[in-house]
């Protein structure tokens, strides 16, 4: 018998977000600076009545008690709740040097705070501490950071710029954790809980922006490296390492500190004016990245993902009809690369996404005046079957209630269920606008 699971959750987020600005130009507009201070809060909770759990017992090749039923469990009974303060405040100013050059620096000072309740009920998989139904943990930190950026671009001619900057970033902390069983959560709460600590990124950047023959063709190269600090990223975690009971699958998925990483990479976008009505864009991007730390990031895969290469490649074209208004035809071409939708790699829950394209297509006829269009459309042009996400549901609902061990796997080798997310077929439609 395979395993499924049902739950509910209660999500419930406030946001409030609020910025003052300062513009000016100084010293007969040779510089322009804009300061400032913005605040950001969230409050926002969950509740869970309880997650229901069948897990199988199958065995493969079959065993005599095979198709037998591990029973229903009742799981992950509880609710949070948590609230993040950001305040900050930055300045940033540019130095015209000439009419060609420009020096550009910026500051910015941020603290912020965050704080949890969290609550755990008995239940299949949580024993709190002996005479008590339930275990509640509070804990609060606060972060302040101070970012920078500096930037240079010089203008050789109007048709012609290049451009340097390094700048530094950070992210607040995050509190991503377990109750523990049988242990009062007094016990537990405060400094006890040590919050994943803030990542902190400084991303090297150099790049042109041209025009050439005429304004005719346009070439805009970047390439990038960014050094990433304590990355944040899901991560799979062990249930046993964590001290829970009656898990289905084996593992949870959480928030975890991954370590030190590096990205590198190139963006690149062009566009060709054939003739005055016909138009060729394209645009590109390429990343390669270096895990510091594999163990930390669950293996040599870096997740979440960014697919490399990918590309998109269009033609714009737009027969003029005087005073009937005009018809643009636009044609496409995408293409995204394979990328891992699992934390973890080499596991019975891991999945690579296969790499994809589609062609869309659309035609828009517009008034002289702009105020009426009408576009016939075409997404998924040649109606190609692909998915967009995937996920894999590992042996740990069956193969005996849990997840396959290696020792034995020649006799009862890995299976898992496969969930797509299947990309729309041919669309074809018709819209209608009209601009006041």
Same mark, same amino acid.
């Given at each position: 018998?395979?395993?499924?699971?049902?739950?509910?959750?209660?999500?419930?987020?406030?946001?409030?977000?609020?910025?003052?600005?300062?513009?000016?130009?100084?010293?007969?507009?040779?510089?322009?600076?804009?300061?400032?201070?913005?605040?950001?809060?969230?409050?926002?909770?969950?509740?869970?009545?309880?997650? &229901? $759990?069948?897990? #199988?017992? *199958?065995?493969?090749? /079959?065993?005599?008690? =095979?198709?037998?039923?591990? +029973?229903?469990? &009742? $799981?992950?009974? #509880?609710? *949070?709740?948590?609230? /993040?303060?950001?305040? =900050?405040?930055?300045?940033? +100013?540019?130095?015209?040097?000439?009419?060609?050059?420009?020096?550009?620096?910026?500051?910015?000072? =941020?603290?912020?705070?965050?704080?949890?309740?969290?609550?755990?009920?008995?239940?299949?998989?949580?024993?709190?501490?002996?005479?008590?139904?339930?275990?509640?943990?509070?804990?609060?930190?606060?972060?302040?950071?101070?970012?920078?950026?500096?930037?240079?671009?010089?203008?050789?001619?109007?048709?012609?710029?290049?451009?340097?900057?390094?700048?530094?970033?950070?992210?607040?902390?995050?509190?991503?954790?377990?109750?523990?069983?049988?242990?009062?959560?007094?016990?537990?709460?405060?400094?006890?809980?040590?919050?994943?600590?803030?990542?902190?990124?400084?991303?090297?950047?150099?790049?042109?922006?041209?025009?050439?023959?005429?304004?005719?063709?346009?070439?805009?190269?970047?390439?990038?490296?960014?050094?990433?600090?304590?990355?944040?990223?899901?991560?799979?975690?062990?249930?046993?390492?964590?001290?829970?009971?009656?898990?289905?699958?084996?593992?949870?998925?959480?928030?975890?500190?991954?370590?030190?990483?590096?990205?590198?990479?190139?963006?690149?976008?062009?566009?060709?004016?054939?003739?005055?009505?016909?138009?060729?864009?394209?645009?590109?991007?390429?990343?390669?990245?270096?895990?510091?730390?594999?163990?930390?990031?669950?293996?040599?895969?870096?997740?979440?993902?960014?697919?490399?290469?990918?590309?998109?490649?269009?033609?714009?074209?737009?027969?003029?009809?005087?005073?009937?208004?005009?018809?643009?035809?636009?044609?496409?071409?995408?293409?995204?690369?394979?990328?891992?939708?699992?934390?973890?790699?080499?596991?019975?829950?891991?999945?690579?996404?296969?790499?994809?394209?589609?062609?869309?297509?659309?035609?828009?006829?517009?008034?002289?005046?702009?105020?009426?269009?009408?576009?016939?459309?075409?997404?998924?042009?040649?109606?190609?079957?692909?998915?967009?996400?995937?996920?894999?549901?590992?042996?740990?609902?069956?193969?005996?209630?849990?997840?396959?061990?290696?020792?034995?796997?020649?006799?009862?080798?890995?299976?898992?269920?496969?969930?797509?997310?299947?990309?729309?077929?041919?669309?074809?439609?018709?819209?209608?606008?009209?601009?006041?």
């Amino acid at each position: 018998m395979t395993g499924f699971s049902v739950g509910s959750d209660d999500v419930k987020s406030k946001v409030v977000f609020q910025e003052f600005q300062l513009n000016a130009q100084l010293f007969d507009d040779r510089v322009d600076l804009v300061m400032g201070g913005n605040y950001f809060r969230e409050s926002s909770g969950s509740g869970n009545v309880g997650t &229901v $759990t069948r897990r #199988g017992t *199958s065995a493969f090749p /079959a065993a005599a008690n =095979g198709d037998a039923d591990a +029973g229903l469990f &009742v $799981t992950g009974i #509880g609710w *949070s709740h948590g609230t /993040a303060d950001s305040f =900050g405040l930055f300045a940033s +100013g540019t130095w015209h040097v000439t009419d060609k050059l420009n020096l550009t620096g910026g500051l910015r000072w =941020g603290h912020d705070t965050k704080t949890l309740d969290q609550v755990s009920y008995r239940s299949a998989n949580f024993n709190p501490a002996p005479g008590t139904n339930f275990t509640e943990v509070t804990a609060d930190h606060r972060w302040s950071a101070t970012d920078w950026r500096g930037t240079i671009d010089y203008h050789f001619t109007e048709d012609a710029m290049i451009y340097g900057t390094v700048s530094k970033a950070y992210k607040a902390g995050a509190y991503s954790f377990t109750i523990l069983q049988n242990i009062p959560g007094p016990q537990q709460s405060g400094d006890f809980i040590k919050p994943i600590p803030p990542e902190k990124v400084i991303n090297y950047e150099i790049g042109a922006r041209t025009t050439w023959f005429n304004k005719r063709l346009r070439i805009n190269p970047t390439l990038f490296y960014m050094d990433w600090t304590s990355r944040q990223a899901p991560r799979q975690i062990s249930c046993v390492s964590e001290g829970i009971t009656a898990c289905p699958t084996g593992f949870r998925i959480n928030l975890v500190n991954t370590g030190d990483i590096t990205l590198k990479g190139l963006e690149l976008d062009a566009q060709l004016a054939v003739t005055r009505n016909f138009n060729i864009d394209f645009s590109m991007g390429i990343t390669d990245y270096e895990l510091k730390d594999p163990v930390a990031n669950g293996g040599p895969n870096l997740y979440p993902a960014q697919a490399s290469p990918s590309y998109t490649i269009g033609g714009n074209y737009v027969l003029a009809m005087g005073e009937r208004g005009d018809i643009n035809f636009n044609l496409s071409y995408s293409y995204l690369d394979d990328q891992p939708t699992h934390p973890e790699e080499g596991t019975d829950s891991s999945y690579q996404l296969p790499s994809y394209s589609v062609v869309n297509g659309r035609a828009t006829w517009r008034t002289q005046d702009r105020k009426i269009s009408v576009s016939v459309f075409a997404n998924n042009l040649l109606d190609k079957t692909y998915a967009t996400y995937g996920t894999s549901a590992g042996g740990g609902f069956w193969d005996a209630g849990g997840p396959p061990n290696p020792a034995n796997a020649a006799q009862f080798p890995l299976r898992r269920a496969l969930s797509l997310t299947m990309a729309r077929p041919r669309e074809v439609g018709v819209t209608l606008q009209y601009n006041f």
